[in-house]
């Protein structure tokens, strides 16, 4: 598997905790998932955690897909998705160069489930979309671990996840200057040593197609918070986007009434509504 040069630096860069933030497909998820596995390799612990919304999301964006577990490990990795020999959660056996590993599965959707689990010590701890993640599972499961991979699109700014955990984050030195600049204002909690900040965006993936990467950009509106989020990488709220998508579902006077001698009728009442909490006019 070809890897961008920025990617190489995130496998190979000895850190505590690694968030991965960026644009959509930008290849998050298969860099993050591998480092994840090495770092699994290397631990001294044996047991390790993998999670996400639930585990069917789990299954099908980071053990089956192209370049997942399943394909990447191959007869390295055994899936047990009911459990198996006494134990009820989902797990993988990982049989590494360093002995056998179990990392288990779990779904932060499931309060009941991930509070038994996290009983115990665990080594690597890896979490899919952290920004729409239980709070509450976060924080315990981070406690819990000695190493950690977070992934996520950029989101609300005012999020807790990250006042509590991402802004304490830094870039590399050397990759500081590709991050966006209200990502890279927003990193301002006090610096924790070995927390790892990584911007990704569309060229850092070098397996995307210009035909795809196009495909992806035209089909998300312009202006929207989807579009801010996983196609510009901004983090923003969702507010106020009335006004940026005005001239996709909304049309002038003059239009309404050529379409009114058009078809033949008559407007009674023509009316808009306005958000007025931006101003007193």
Request: net charge negative; charged share 25%; glycine share 8%.
């Amino acid at each position: 598997m070809q890897v961008s040069d920025k990617f190489n630096d995130f496998l190979n860069y000895p850190s505590k905790v690694d968030f991965l933030e960026g644009t959509t497909s930008a290849g998050k998820t298969t860099v993050g998932i591998l480092k994840f596995m090495w770092n699994v390799a290397e631990s001294p612990l044996n047991q390790h955690i993998l999670s996400g919304l639930d585990t069917g999301t789990i299954e099908k964006n980071i053990i089956n897909k192209p370049y997942g577990i399943l394909d990447v490990f191959g007869d390295m990795v055994d899936y047990r998705g009911g459990g198996a020999s006494g134990e009820k959660l989902p797990h993988i056996i990982f049989d590494s160069p360093y002995g056998v590993k179990k990392i288990y599965i779990l779904g932060y959707d499931d309060k009941a489930r991930w509070k038994k689990a996290l009983g115990n010590q665990y080594g690597c701890l890896y979490i899919d979309e952290i920004n729409i993640a239980n709070m509450e599972y976060v924080r315990e499961s981070f406690m819990r671990c000695e190493n950690v991979i977070a992934t996520l699109n950029p989101d609300d700014p005012s999020l807790p996840i990250y006042k509590e955990y991402i802004n304490h984050s830094r870039p590399l030195s050397r990759w500081e200057t590709e991050e966006p600049k209200e990502i890279l204002g927003e990193l301002n909690e006090s610096p924790k040593d070995g927390w790892v900040h990584w911007f990704f965006n569309f060229d850092d993936n070098i397996a995307l197609t210009e035909e795809k990467k196009k495909t992806i950009i035209e089909n998300v509106p312009v202006g929207t918070k989807l579009y801010k989020n996983k196609i510009q990488g901004i983090r923003c709220k969702a507010t106020g986007l009335v006004f940026s998508n005005f001239d996709n579902s909304c049309i002038t006077t003059a239009e309404a009434v050529k379409n009114e001698l058009k078809n033949g009728m008559r407007w009674k009442r023509l009316t808009m509504g306005v958000d007025t909490s931006y101003s007193s006019k």
